[in-house]
């Protein structure tokens, strides 16, 4: 079983960034391959970026591309996701997410969830 637990959440300015890092327990992330969601009020959770295992490829939705970045740190079992340039759409809750398979936009891929850290965005 992995455990997965996130920080770095909180209420910033538009403009600002934030860093939510994502510690797992239980097992080592290094074999996994790991993402990030989020879920505003009222919506669908939502895939916001992945990374393999290894690090070698990493994904994003469209509306983070260039603003966002994720990484990891095997040694550290932990994985990162830094926002910068935030905007209020990204307000949610933000979710990491552990599996082994591919196809790591998708929700159901993933096994082993968190359970989130709230990011909120005013303007």
């Known amino acids: 079983q992995v455990q997965l637990v996130e920080s770095g959440g909180g209420l910033v300015q538009a403009g600002h960034s934030l860093r939510l890092s994502c510690a797992a327990s239980?097992?080592?992330?290094?074999?996994?391959?790991l993402g990030w969601f989020r879920q505003a009020p009222g919506k669908e959770r939502e895939f916001v970026a992945a990374?393999?295992?290894?690090?070698?490829?990493?994904y994003y939705r469209d509306s983070v591309k260039g603003r966002f970045t994720i990484s990891r740190d095997n040694a550290k079992n932990t994985v990162y996701l830094q926002m910068n340039n935030l905007k209020p759409e990204d307000t949610a809750v933000y979710y990491c997410?552990?599996?082994?398979?591919?196809?790591?936009?998708?929700?159901?891929?993933?096994?082993?969830w968190g359970q989130g850290t709230q990011v909120t965005v005013f303007s």
């Open positions: 239980g097992r080592s992330l290094s074999s996994y391959n």
């Open positions: 997410a552990a599996t082994f398979a591919i196809g790591l936009v998708t929700r159901s891929a993933y096994d082993y």
């Open positions: 990374i393999n295992w290894n690090g070698a490829s990493t």
